[in-house]
């Protein structure tokens, strides 16, 4: 109970720091022109050009989920440590991740920086699936910090760049909507498969579903920046 309250505290400072942050910020003021809603559709609320980007997060989303779920169980069940280094560990090398597909992305390829974030995830999830060690956890902790940590903002921007420059905004909440629809869905259909398929079953549902989300992005998304 002491540890969750810990948790809760150091939540709830990270929330102060970042209120007050804001306060810091110079954002310069945008005119962008938007015409009137003359009738109530799906496109008020969903920029119909974000979607298929969106929808590969959404699937990215899934595949996380079964991390943030189960990872703790999962150690626990197999006697390993290093559950409590897992995400220290994947935010080290975030870091790292985060810089190479900057640099990657800028130079117009996006989507090979896009399929490989989605390759490594699934690496990511296999490893974690056959996870006998705790070296092999640290090992898929490696993968997702090369995947995760920067599929999200690869396809934040990409849904930005395919939708018109008035729909900014619009496209944002659309990405977002297909994020956290995605992640909790994934605890919810996940949690009723885990009784019978296992913890390594779940995680590899989630790698292949990552398998799916590639042929979606080559489907829909890749012939936008050959």
């Given at each position: 109970?002491?540890?969750?309250?810990?948790?809760?505290?150091?939540?709830?400072?990270?929330?102060?720091?970042?209120?007050?942050?804001?306060?810091?910020?110079?954002?310069?003021?945008?005119?962008?022109?938007?015409?009137?809603?003359?009738?109530?559709?799906?496109?008020n609320f969903i920029e119909?050009?974000?979607?298929?980007?969106?929808?590969?997060?959404?699937?990215?989303g899934f595949s996380y989920?079964?991390?943030?779920?189960?990872?703790?169980?999962?150690?626990?069940?197999?006697?390993?440590?290093?559950?409590?280094?897992?995400?220290?560990?994947?935010?080290?090398?975030?870091?790292?991740?985060?810089?190479?597909?900057?640099?990657?992305?800028?130079?117009?390829?996006?989507?090979?920086?896009?399929?490989?974030?989605?390759?490594?995830?699934?690496?990511?999830?296999?490893?974690?699936?056959?996870?006998?060690?705790?070296?092999?956890?640290?090992?898929?902790?490696?993968?997702?910090?090369?995947?995760?940590?920067?599929?999200?903002?690869?396809?934040?921007?990409?849904?930005?760049?395919?939708?018109?420059?008035?729909?900014?905004?619009?496209?944002?909440?659309?990405?977002?909507?297909?994020?956290?629809?995605?992640?909790?869905?994934?605890?919810?259909?996940?949690?009723?498969?885990?009784?019978?398929?296992?913890?390594?079953?779940?995680?590899?549902?989630?790698?292949?579903?990552?398998?799916?989300?590639?042929?979606?992005?080559?489907?829909?998304?890749?012939?936008?920046?050959?």
């Open positions: 109970m002491a540890y969750i309250n810990r948790v809760f505290f150091l939540a709830m400072i990270s929330f102060i720091i970042s209120f007050f942050a804001i306060l810091f910020l110079n954002l310069k003021e945008i005119k962008i022109y938007k015409a009137p809603i003359k009738q109530l559709q799906i496109s119909i050009k974000a979607v298929p980007i969106s929808s590969v997060v959404f699937i990215a989920g079964s991390i943030l779920a189960f990872l703790s169980l999962y150690t626990q069940n197999l006697n390993l440590t290093s559950g409590v280094f897992y995400y220290p560990f994947y935010s080290v090398f975030a870091i790292v991740s985060v810089w190479i597909y900057g640099k990657i992305f800028d130079d117009k390829k996006e989507n090979f920086a896009t399929m490989l974030s989605l390759f490594l995830f699934f690496i990511s999830l296999i490893v974690l699936s056959k996870a006998k060690n705790n070296f092999h956890i640290l090992i898929s902790a490696f993968f997702l910090a090369f995947d995760w940590a920067s599929i999200k903002s690869l396809c934040q921007t990409i849904a930005i760049k395919l939708s018109p420059k008035d729909k900014i905004g619009l496209a944002n909440s659309t990405f977002f909507i297909f994020v956290n629809l995605g992640i909790g869905i994934s605890l919810y259909i996940l949690g009723m498969f885990e009784p019978i398929f296992g913890f390594r079953g779940v995680y590899q549902i989630s790698a292949f579903a990552l398998i799916l989300g590639m042929i979606f992005y080559y489907k829909f998304v890749w012939k936008s920046f050959k």
